[in-house]
């Protein structure tokens, strides 16, 4: 049966994973083998791994040193890059949806583009098995937070039941707008909960960015136990910096590892971090920390 890490048990790992970086690279990938990835216990937190933090990494490569730390998804990946995924014995736990950080459904003249857009983008997904496909509310640019609301629930309202019928579930990012990404709407978790609320459907939920939530708003434990049901993945990162989930930055993973765990929350867990050191010893060592 897993157990939950210690402060000093993290420190541990972190120390000893770190440690490999100065291996040569043939004891690197020896470690990094199938043979040494862990196995997920009942009730344990699945992982995955956004593609776009590793930019000097192929897919390929990637998928290869994921399978290997005991991954099981890479994530925010197009149609095209899903097949290779199958190739590794790996699902895309979170796909691409067709609107943009910038433009989304909170204007109602975008509606006509991304209505049907991301229906046929639901249906790829159901085809394929993949279980998530994101969205974006897109920026105010002047218009009140009030009215994204409910130009967003007019637009979401038209997918969900292609949503509902294929057994995938559309999730809204939660993102910053004081450092990442100015002026976006959907920047705040009640916001967020309240379209959740206002769709009024089991295949729309949010996707709850940890590094972006806790710039905007800090509080992370507390407001995933009081709106967990309103939450539908999860995606990690350091702050500040959006680099290692380590003891470099100030949050806690492991007690908020826990917290997720303690809601009932069975799904994916989302690496979300810009590696500054060698990225499968950076992304072992937060799989690690993350599985509580």
């Given amino acids: 049966m897993s157990r939950s890490l210690t402060r000093r048990e993290a420190l541990t790992t972190l120390a000893g994973v770190a440690a490999l970086a100065t291996l040569p690279r043939s004891a690197t990938a020896a470690q990094k083998s199938p043979a040494n990835a862990p196995s997920p ?16 990494t192929s897919l390929e490569d990637l998928a290869k040193g994921a399978k290997a730390l005991g991954l099981e998804s890479i994530e925010l990946l197009d149609p ?14 979170m ?11 909170n204007r109602v003249e975008h509606h006509a583009q991304f209505v049907p857009s991301m ?8 085809a394929a098995g993949l279980p998530n496909v994101i969205c974006f509310s897109g920026n105010r640019a002047g218009l009140s937070d009030e009215q994204g609301l409910e130009n967003c629930a007019i637009g979401l309202k038209q997918i969900v039941k292609a949503a509902e019928q294929h057994r995938v579930t559309v999730c809204m990012e939660l993102l910053n707008s004081k450092v990442n990404h100015k002026d976006h709407m959907c920047d705040h978790t009640a916001w967020g909960v309240e379209l959740v609320k206002r769709v009024g459907s089991e295949r729309f939920k949010l996707l709850y960015d940890i590094y972006h939530m806790q710039i905007m708003e800090g509080d992370v434990i507390r407001t995933i136990q009081e709106n967990h049901a309103a939450i539908g993945h999860y995606h990690t990162g350091g702050n500040p910096g959006r680099h290692e989930i380590d003891e470099s930055q100030e949050l806690y993973y492991p007690a908020i590892m826990r917290a997720i ?5 069975t ?3 989302a690496q979300e971090f810009i590696p500054t050191r060698d990225p499968f010893v950076s992304l072992g060592a937060a799989v690690k920390l993350c599985s509580v």
Avoid: M
């Avoid at 009730?43 to 776009?52: A, I």
């Avoid at 290779?84 to 790996?90: D, Q």
């Avoid at 796909?95 to 459904?105: D, P, Q, S, W």
């Fill in 267 to 269: 799904g994916y867990v």
């Fill in 119 to 126: 229906i046929e983008r639901i249906e790829a997904c159901a």
């Fill in 80 to 93: 095209p890059d899903w097949p290779l995924l199958k190739k590794y014995g790996l699902t895309c736990a």
């Fill in 95 to 105: 796909a691409n949806g067709t609107t943009t950080i910038a433009k989304g459904f």
């Fill in 261 to 265: 765990k303690a809601t009932g929350y």
């Fill in 41 to 56: 216990s009942p009730g344990q937190l699945h992982h995955s791994v956004c593609k776009w933090c590793y930019k000097d």
